[in-house]
C-alpha cells in the first residue's frame, strides 16, 4: 500500500525557517520523482517544487527560488523542503507528491500519488 506522510509543518513567524518531510513507503522510492505543492485557502493547488529520481536536478516555482530547497535521501525513503525566509503569502496546506519516472529524467508515467498534506502558518 502507498503512503506519503507528511510532517514539520507549524507555525512560524516572518522570516523564519521550517523543514518538512515526507516519509515514503509502498513503492521503490528511488523509481519516483518526488514533488511538493501547496494550497492556500480559496487558491489552487500550485505546484512548489520538484526533485528527480537521483536527486541531481530540481525545479522551483519563482515564489519560492532561492528560499526553499528541495532534497531526498532514498536511502531513508523520504523527500524534504527546506524553507528559509518565509513569508506570510507562503501559508498553506504542503502535500508531497510522488510518480513513476523513466530513470533520472523528468518524463513520467502511471498513477501520481498524494500525502495529506501539513499545515504550514507564516504569521507574527
Known amino acids: 500500500q502507498v503512503q506519503l506522510a507528511e510532517s514539520g509543518g507549524g507555525l512560524v513567524q516572518p522570516g523564519g525557517s521550517l523543514r518538512l518531510s515526507c516519509a515514503a513507503s509502498?513503492?521503490?522510492?528511488?523509481?519516483?520523482?518526488m514533488y511538493w505543492y501547496r494550497q492556500a485557502p480559496g487558491k489552487e493547488r500550485d505546484l512548489v517544487a520538484a526533485?528527480?529520481?537521483?536527486?541531481?536536478?530540481?525545479n522551483y516555482d519563482d515564489s519560492v527560488k532561492g528560499r526553499f530547497t528541495v532534497s531526498r535521501d532514498n536511502a531513508k525513503n523520504t523527500v524534504y523542503l527546506q524553507m528559509n525566509s518565509l513569508k506570510p503569502e507562503d501559508t498553506a496546506v504542503y502535500c508531497c507528491s510522488a510518480r513513476q519516472a523513466f530513470g533520472s529524467t523528468w518524463s513520467t508515467y502511471g498513477p501520481k500519488y498524494w500525502g495529506q498534506g501539513t499545515q504550514v502558518t507564516v504569521s507574527s
Open positions: 526533485i528527480s529520481t537521483t536527486g541531481l536536478s530540481t
Open positions: 509502498g513503492f521503490t522510492f528511488s523509481d519516483y520523482a
